[in-house]
C-alpha cells in the first residue's frame, strides 16, 4: 500500500504537458474508472496519495517561508548585531556606504537650516545668535550621522543575514529534491483545476501589477527600498534602465509561458483571458 502511493505520488510529480490537452485525457481517464471494477478501491487511494500530497505540500512551504524568516531575524538579532555594532560604532569611523547616502544627509541638513531661518522670519522663532544657530545645526548633524550609521550597519546586517536564508532555502531544495517535486506538482494540479474566469483573472491581475507599463512609479519605490536594504547607491540611470527593460522582459516570458503551455492545456482559458483584456 505505502510503495503504491509513493509510486502513484512520483508519477503525478514528473507529470508533464503532452500534446493533447489535459481536459481531454483527464475526460478519456474518467470514463476508464467508471467502468473499472476496482474503480471505489482506486479512488480511495488517489484520496489518500492527493491527501499526503497536500500535506506535505503545505508543510513544504511552511518550511521555506517561516523558517528563512526565523533565521534571519535569530541571526541578526543575537550574532549580527552584537558584532556588527562593535566593529562598526567602535573600530570603524565610516558613516555612509555610497554617495547617495551622502546627498541624503546633506539635503536633510540643508532642509534643517532653511528651516531655521524661515521660522525666524516669520517669527515663530526669536532671533538667535549664531553660536545658537551652530549649536542647533551642530546637533542635528550628529543626529543624521548616528541615523545614517546605523542604516549603514543595517545594511550589512541584512545583507549577511538575506545570506544566511538563501543559504538554508538552496540546502534544503537540493537536499530534498522528491518534495519540490511534489509541491511543483501540487501547484500545478491547483492552478491549472481552476476555473477559466479564475485564471483569466488571475492572469490580467498578474500583468497589471508586475509586468504593467503603466505603473513606473511603483517599480521606482520598489527598487529604491531593495537598494537602500542592501545599502547599494541609488543611481538613478541604472532604475531607470530597468524599469524600462525589465518588465519588457516579463511581458514576453509571460506570453511566451500562454503560448507554449496555458493554450494547449486550456485555450478556453487563453479565449477569457483575451475576451477580459480586450
Same mark, same amino acid.
Given at each position: 500500500m505505502k510503495y503504491w502511493n509513493l509510486k502513484k505520488i512520483n508519477q503525478l510529480a514528473l507529470e508533464k504537458?503532452?500534446?493533447?490537452?489535459?481536459?481531454i485525457?483527464? !475526460?478519456f481517464d474518467k470514463f476508464k474508472q467508471e467502468l473499472n471494477p $476496482?474503480?471505489?478501491?482506486?479512488?480511495?487511494?488517489?484520496?489518500?496519495v492527493a491527501r499526503y500530497q497536500t500535506l506535505s505540500s503545505v508543510k513544504y512551504i511552511l518550511i521555506l517561508l517561516i523558517v528563512p524568516i526565523l533565521i534571519n531575524q535569530i541571526s541578526k538579532t543575537f550574532i549580527l548585531d552584537p558584532t556588527i555594532n562593535y566593529f562598526w560604532n567602535k573600530t570603524s569611523h565610516y558613516i555612509f556606504l555610497n554617495e547617495s547616502q551622502e546627498e541624503r544627509a546633506f539635503a536633510e541638513l540643508q532642509?534643517?537650516?532653511?528651516?531655521?531661518?524661515?521660522e525666524i522670519l516669520i517669527g515663530k522663532l526669536n532671533n538667535l545668535s549664531s553660536s545658537s544657530i551652530e549649536k542647533k545645526m551642530i546637533q542635528k548633524a550628529l543626529d543624521i550621522a548616528s541615523y545614517y550609521s546605523n542604516e549603514s550597519s543595517n545594511a550589512i546586517k541584512n545583507? !549577511?543575514?538575506? !545570506?544566511?536564508?538563501?543559504?538554508?532555502?538552496?540546502?534544503?531544495?537540493?537536499? $530534498?529534491k522528491r518534495q519540490f517535486s511534489i509541491l511543483k506538482s501540487f501547484l500545478n494540479e491547483y492552478i491549472y483545476?481552476?476555473?477559466?474566469?479564475a485564471k483569466a483573472f488571475l492572469i490580467i491581475l498578474f500583468t497589471d501589477i508586475f509586468v504593467g507599463f503603466h505603473s513606473p512609479h511603483g517599480w521606482e519605490i520598489v527598487i529604491e527600498a531593495i537598494l537602500r536594504h542592501f545599502g547599494l547607491p541609488e543611481n538613478r540611470d541604472f532604475?531607470?534602465?530597468?524599469?524600462?527593460?525589465?518588465?519588457?522582459?516579463l511581458d514576453t516570458i509571460f506570453k511566451y509561458w500562454i503560448f507554449r503551455y496555458l493554450n494547449k492545456i486550456s485555450p478556453s482559458a487563453v479565449a477569457t483571458y483575451h475576451n477580459m483584456n480586450e
Open positions: 504537458t503532452g500534446i493533447i490537452p489535459r481536459s485525457s483527464k !475526460l $476496482n474503480a471505489e478501491i482506486e479512488a480511495l487511494e488517489e484520496f489518500k532642509r534643517f537650516e532653511e528651516k531655521i531661518h524661515f545583507i !549577511l543575514a538575506d !545570506l544566511t536564508s538563501i543559504i538554508f532555502v538552496l540546502t534544503v531544495l537540493i537536499l $530534498n483545476g481552476l476555473s477559466d474566469t532604475i531607470f534602465i530597468f524599469i524600462s527593460t525589465f518588465p519588457v522582459m
